[in-house]
Every structure is written in structure tokens, then in C-alpha cells.
RNA sequence: GUGGAUGUAGCUCAGCUGGUCAGAGCACCAGAUUGUGGCUCUGGGGGCCGUGGGUUCGAGUCCCAUCAUCCACCCCA
């Protein structure tokens, strides 16, 4: 019989690993509350139709990366590709416009896209991602990359590059992908393959496009920065002013387009250099026309989403913290010296942990010997011995794992005095 | 989707040109220490060598396919 194994491109996170997960997460969930966000959680699936709709039709994401199935009802539906699409959906879904804004949401969760998987890069891979509805302010966007600086300092990743661009208005935006078509047209011949495609579906991605020939053909046309229309131009140098005086550098960079339809104004990518190839950790925007184009008043939004699996790898890498060290151990360990004594020894162990101290015992019938190599092996401080002496006096006698020093307690001073030694370091 | 590398015990890997090649280290269990850990020593369990075909008297070892992992491209998180 074939052994079932997790689906390609997706793994498992046993316990010595989700303790790392857990000291990443709860930094970006604790510095996100700081920023004043709250968590939205919404379901994993969602109608097809809300990611066409929104990350758009040209995307790679929704032409060849979704995984999107029909149900029994001959619904079709999409594990989510991104956390945005989802988040415009339940605001508008629940009227939440017609509450107090700006409205400031977290999530983290699982996305699913099918891609080749390679390091950094999983079919089942998750997202931590913030989004803030009903401000058009630069300030707004600026909150958003500052958080995301912030983020990135705590988990001492401080050699993150952030590229930030403006890819304007409707308008202004329009206009130059006109201008960009009209360069290229005669151009196209040396455009590599891909760009052949991005020339009919989205021609701003042929910038992006690394390869040389693409590269050349494009030499010497004007950016899109150069082409802003003045409002669109004053919001992103209000964006770069507050970053500037917050002390967050970042790289202006004319090619960055971003992958997704959505984004106007505001666009920005943070890569980590010495992760792998996958070395876009982070990347978000502002888009103003999504919730209206789902269906919503017209109330704009900015926000990023971060990949969880390359930060962790980033600060496994390249930084100095010891994500061992967040693995939870044993406190108090109960060696049973003699079996009659097992029923006295589960009193105990509940006692104890009514007093919020891990402890444990054993269960598979060591002597007293493996039970202290047990115990050792388990992390624990402190030993509880029981045996004939103990029970026929009354008392305890605990072993301080540590120096080996043994002391005997009597029954009600035993939280205490396991207390004592616990508090020590 | 394209190209390349790899797939032997829980983990990291040896196994040269096909014929004791089913191994090592770590981990796990037990004993030395029958009421006591960390060191040491001794012993033990565990693998149909990713899967399925083929070549051969004989295949981890060669060929094909397939699945998976890794690396790069693409793209992104």
C-alpha cells in the first residue's frame, strides 16, 4: 500500500515548530493591536467569482494559480489566493461603512495557490496582512508601511529593503499604459515571450519584466512617476515625507507594479536579500477602486499582506534569535518509586497543576532510573520523589534537577517549596 | 508551465564499475546503577533501499515511467 503523504507543496507544523510560529505570530498580532487593528477572520473559501472580480481576470494568480472547485450545489468556489478580496467582501457585506472609520483590520491565515512549490514558496503557505478602509490620506498608507517597518525591526529583521511606487489614479494610470502601448507596439517583436502576453493583458507588468531584451526595449521611456497627474503625484511625495521624517528608508523604484489588479497610488514590496530566490517577504498598496468594484460605496483602502513561512525562514537565517528556546518544557516531573504508590502520585500531579505548574509522570511503567533519565530528557526542574520512605513519613523529597541538591517537604509546604526553586531563574 | 539535481532506518547520510549491501552516527528502548538524571560502557528494536514496470541467473546499484523533495526560471508571500 502506497504511504499517504501531506499533498505537494504543503507540510506539517509539528509541536518544536509551531512554537516558533507562535513567537512570530504573536509579534505582528501584538504590534498590530499597538497600531490599533483588530482581527477579522473570514472563511478559507469564497464564490470564485470574488477573486476574478477583484485581484483581477489578468492576474497569474487567478488565470493559472487558484484552486477553485465546484461544490455539491454546482457552486463554484476558491481557496483564497490572498486575504484582501475577502476582507472587501465582509466589510461590505456587513455595512461596516456605516460604522466608525477608518476601520483598521489584521488577519493571519492559510492562502492556497497552486505554483511550483520551492523554498519560500508552498501551494498552503499563510499570511499575516493588514487592511484600513475609508481614508484616502497619505498618512494612512504611510500608518500601514510603518507598521510593517515596525513588524520587521521587532522580529529583528532590520535588513529588509522596502520599495515603495506610485502607479496613480485610474486616470493618470490609464493615461500612461496608453502612452506604454503606443512605445511598445513597434517594439514587439523583441519582447521576450511572456511580455508578448503582458503587452495584451496588463502592459504595465512588461516594466517588472527582468529579462534583458525587455529590459532594453524599455530603456528610456518615461516612468509612471513622470506621468502622475498632480494629485496623484502630491499624495505619494505626502506618503514619502512622513516616511522620511518616521526614519523609514525605503528605495523608490519605477518598475514596481505589483502583480495585482488592484492597486492604485501607493504600491510597495519588502524584500529580504538571503532568503532564496523568494525573497519578497511582504508586499501590499492602496486601492481605491475595490470596494466599489465589488459591489460597495466607494470608499477607498490600504493595506499588505506578509508570507509568513519566508519570515520565519528570514529569522531562523539571518538572525541571531534562538526560536528553540520557545519550546515549552516541564516543570515538575513525579517519579513513582514503587507502583502501590501511583494512585497518591496522580493526586498530586493534579494538585499540582491546579497551581498552574506543568508536571508530569509517567505513564509506561519506567523504573525509578528511566524515569529520571525520563524526566531529565523532558526538561523538568524539579523531581517529586515517592516511594516507601516518603509515604510511611509523611513528607516529599524533591531533587533540584539542576544542582541535584534534595530536600524533604512536608506535604502542604510541596507548591511552595517547588515554587521556590522554580522562581529561581 | 520550463530546465536541472535528488529520493537507503524517526533524523543526517555511507553503500566504488550489478553478486554477504541492507550499514554508520544521532534519536529511541533496556541493562551496568533492583529508590535517583546529565558522562561512560554493553545490548536491543526499527528499513520490501519513494512507487510501478523492465533488463539480468541475480538490482539500492542499470533502463523507463510515475510520485515527491530540492534548486533555478516564471511569479509572487
Not at 518544536?16 to 504590534?31: G, L, P, R, V
Request: aromatic share 10%; glycine share 8%; charged share 25%.
Amino acid at each position: 500500500m502506497m504511504q499517504i503523504k501531506a499533498p505537494r507543496g504543503t507540510y506539517d507544523i509539528l509541536p518544536n515548530d509551531s512554537a516558533k510560529w507562535q513567537y512570530i505570530e504573536k509579534i505582528m498580532k501584538d504590534t498590530a493591536e499597538i497600531y490599533g487593528y483588530r482581527e477579522i477572520r473570514t472563511p478559507i473559501f469564497e464564490h470564485t467569482e470574488l477573486f476574478e472580480r477583484s485581484v483581477g481576470e489578468s492576474t497569474d494568480i487567478v488565470t493559472k494559480e487558484m484552486y477553485t472547485f465546484v461544490d455539491k450545489a454546482r457552486r463554484s468556489l476558491t481557496l483564497r489566493p490572498e486575504g484582501t478580496a475577502s476582507c472587501v467582501r465582509a466589510f461590505i457585506e456587513h455595512g461596516v461603512y456605516s460604522g466608525l472609520m477608518p476601520v483598521k483590520w489584521y488577519y493571519n491565515g492559510p492562502m492556497f495557490r497552486y505554483d511550483r512549490p520551492q523554498t519560500g514558496r508552498y501551494r498552503q503557505f499563510h499570511q499575516f496582512g493588514v487592511e484600513v478602509f475609508g481614508s484616502s490620506s497619505p498618512y494612512a498608507d504611510a500608518e500601514v508601511i510603518m507598521l510593517l517597518a515596525e513588524i520587521m525591526t521587532r522580529l529583528k529583521l532590520t535588513d529588509y529593503e522596502l520599495h515603495i511606487n506610485s502607479v496613480g489614479c485610474s486616470l493618470c494610470r490609464n493615461a500612461y499604459q496608453q502612452k506604454l502601448i503606443d512605445y511598445i507596439t513597434p517594439l514587439r517583436a523583441a519582447l521576450c515571450r511572456d511580455c508578448q502576453l503582458r503587452y495584451s493583458k496588463n502592459p504595465l507588468r512588461v516594466l517588472d519584466c527582468k529579462t534583458k531584451s525587455c529590459q532594453e526595449a524599455i530603456e528610456g521611456f518615461p516612468t509612471i512617476y513622470d506621468s502622475l497627474c498632480a494629485e496623484c503625484r502630491e499624495h505619494y511625495s505626502a506618503v514619502r515625507d512622513v516616511l522620511e521624517h518616521s526614519n523609514v528608508s525605503y528605495i523608490h523604484d519605477d518598475n514596481l507594479v505589483r502583480g495585482l489588479d488592484y492597486y492604485t497610488n501607493t504600491a510597495f514590496e519588502v524584500h529580504l536579500p538571503g532568503i532564496g530566490a523568494q525573497s519578497a517577504v511582504g508586499g501590499g498598496g492602496r486601492y481605491s477602486g475595490l470596494v466599489a468594484e465589488c459591489g460597495g460605496p466607494d470608499i477607498p483602502g490600504v493595506g499588505f499582506a506578509l508570507g509568513m513561512e519566508r519570515l520565519l525562514l528570514a529569522v531562523e537565517t539571518l538572525t541571531d534569535v534562538d526560536l528553540n528556546r520557545f519550546q515549552s518544557g516541564v516543570d515538575v516531573f513525579i517519579a513513582v518509586m514503587d507502583d502501590k504508590y501511583e494512585p497518591q502520585a496522580v493526586r498530586i500531579l493534579h494538585q499540582l497543576r491546579q497551581a498552574d505548574i506543568k508536571a508530569e509522570k509517567d505513564y509506561v511503567g519506567r523504573s525509578a532510573r528511566a524515569q529520571m533519565k525520563y524526566a531529565d530528557k523532558l526538561g523538568a526542574r524539579v523531581v517529586v520523589l515517592l516511594g516507601e520512605e516518603e509515604v510511611l513519613k509523611g513528607f516529599f523529597t524533591l531533587r533540584n534537577m539542576q544542582n541535584g541538591e534534595q530536600v524533604q517537604v512536608k506535604s502542604q509546604d510541596l507548591v511552595h517549596n517547588i515554587n521556590r526553586i522554580l522562581l529561581v531563574d
